[in-house]
């Protein structure tokens, strides 16, 4: 990364949960812009995931790691935000993505997507990456391509940046991969998947029986690579 | 209301700020339907505007009042939320409008209307009705017609109702109304405009001399009517 990555590198901003996926997506982004990394604490069963990220964070070198605090517990109907309502377990991933699952969150990466605009517009980024992906989505509607192409527009319009000509793009270089895909591109990256978390439980190991955890488990073995996180 | 009323009412998730839009958008909201009222604790520099919003909450009899808290704090970049940017003043309301003003917070309707739209879903609402407009809009993009539309198809696309058909409609019925034309209308539906608060500052009684106060002022005198808070 010589003199000319130094000067005038543009600078992006990236969602980042501490999952494998947004741990890639930091990866991708981190090889080509200036990172500013937005993590959301938003009510959901357990911190685990934000210490990944905020391990993430450090190991890619973010120039920022912003943290916002968001009650989605406030509105609940999800099994992430709503203590009463039980994480969806199952025997294979197989099972997953037949229905729209309890662990969707109402229009979660409409807010997140917004609000990592709303970031990159305070920090004059012209990106938004997003981890989203639509193969091993798990019937999430919001992350499949075209939400994210309609959501593109709407930021257009909606935001001063657009108003004024240099629009925030939203990127979602994972969007048409497989989990195995993504782990494989993940390693080819260096990511520490070690750091990621991806149970929905949220214990000291990961459950091994959430949709969370079938997918990795399932992507790993797919991918051949071993996931230091055992199980 | 009779029975035909009473029996399988809809209802509507109202974005109540607790200004004098979002009461009279309140107050058109709940003649027709069951309303949840949804309030962001975001970081503003006074909690005035929530308790007005709760007052108006509970005469228009909501069926829910949901405070949510969001920190658009750490993303700043607007006056409203970063105590180190200055609140715009003005002479007249006749200043206001010409450029985008500092008071802009980033993407702020987007994300206001992703959180609605959620809460739409987890209430089984289907609109939310939001109190934008475009006529003294004060420069803001996301009030803007346009914008409207385009999130709406974003959110039809990106969410559980709208995969599973029976989507959140968006209603911005002041969108294309003059601040007169609002008091007017809120007068006529009988708003306690008492209850409402429109300052940016946030004291005991309002400055005068921001733009919120100004637009307010200026609307009222257009309107022919008094503005029980006075100035």
Redesign the interface.
């Known amino acids: 990364m010589g003199i000319e990555g130094a000067v005038g590198r543009q600078s992006a901003v990236v969602l980042l949960s501490g999952g494998l996926d947004s741990a890639t997506c930091l990866a991708i982004a981190s090889g080509k812009y200036e990172v500013h990394a937005l993590t959301f604490d938003y009510g959901s069963r357990h911190s685990r995931e934000i210490e990944s990220a905020r391990r993430l964070a450090k190991h890619f070198k973010a120039k920022s790691h912003?943290?916002?605090?968001?009650?989605?517990g406030?509105?609940?109907?999800s099994s992430l935000t709503d203590p009463d309502i039980p994480v969806d377990t199952h025997k294979a991933a197989g099972e997953i993505g037949k229905s729209?699952p309890t662990s969707?969150?109402?229009?979660?990466?409409?807010?997140f997507l917004?609000?990592g605009?709303?970031?990159a517009?305070?920090k004059c980024a012209n990106r938004v990456f997003i981890g989203a992906n639509s193969v091993d989505y798990s019937g999430y509607?919001?992350c499949?391509p075209?939400?994210i192409a309609?959501?593109q527009?709407?930021?257009?319009?909606?935001?001063?940046a657009?108003?004024?000509g240099r629009g925030v793009t939203i990127e979602a270089p994972l969007i048409r991969m497989s989990k195995a895909q993504i782990i494989k591109k993940g390693a080819e990256l260096h990511v520490p998947f070690g750091m990621t978390w991806s149970c929905y439980s949220g214990g000291e190991k990961p459950c091994g029986r959430c949709e969370a955890c079938l997918l990795r488990q399932a992507g790993f073995r797919e991918a051949g690579i071993d996931d230091p996180l055992g199980r």
């Open positions: 912003t943290v916002l605090g968001i009650d989605l406030a509105i609940g109907a729209i969707y969150v109402p229009a979660r990466n409409m807010t917004s609000l605009i709303a970031l517009e305070a509607p919001d499949r075209e939400f309609a959501f527009k709407a930021a257009d319009l909606g935001t001063k657009g108003a004024e």
